[in-house]
């Protein structure tokens, strides 16, 4: 079970991808790093890693996780170049 609420798809194409993601109270997604490169801007909330109104970029490789340990969803935008799939994104 994913710890996201929910997500929006706003384009997701063979160039890139930008969905707007949920991440309930809690919920964490644990330490990854893409074949690609990966942009984020927190819309709402504030946690452990993510602050609302800043952009995170993680270059490809680059090891990075979500942790909201607050008590509210975390919202945010998330643009991968090249899109995001299963073949680019690892779980370490």
């Known amino acids: 079970m994913s710890d ?3 997500d929006k ?5 063979k160039l890139a991808s930008c969905y ?5 109270p809690g919920g964490v997604e644990k330490k990854h790093y ?6 984020e801007y927190v819309l709402k909330g504030n946690c452990q890693t993510h ?12 090891i990075h996780e979500v ?3 607050s008590k509210n969803p975390l919202v945010f935008i ?6 995001e799939n299963d073949q680019n994104t690892i779980y370490v």
């Open 4 to 6: 996201y609420i929910k």
């Open 9 to 13: 798809k706003i384009f997701d194409n």
């Open 20 to 24: 707007v993601y949920w991440l309930k």
């Open 34 to 39: 893409h074949h690609a490169l990966e942009i």
């Open 51 to 62: 602050k609302q109104g800043r952009f995170y970029m993680y270059k490809k490789g680059q």
């Open 67 to 69: 942790i909201n340990n």
């Open 78 to 83: 998330c643009l991968t170049i090249p899109q």
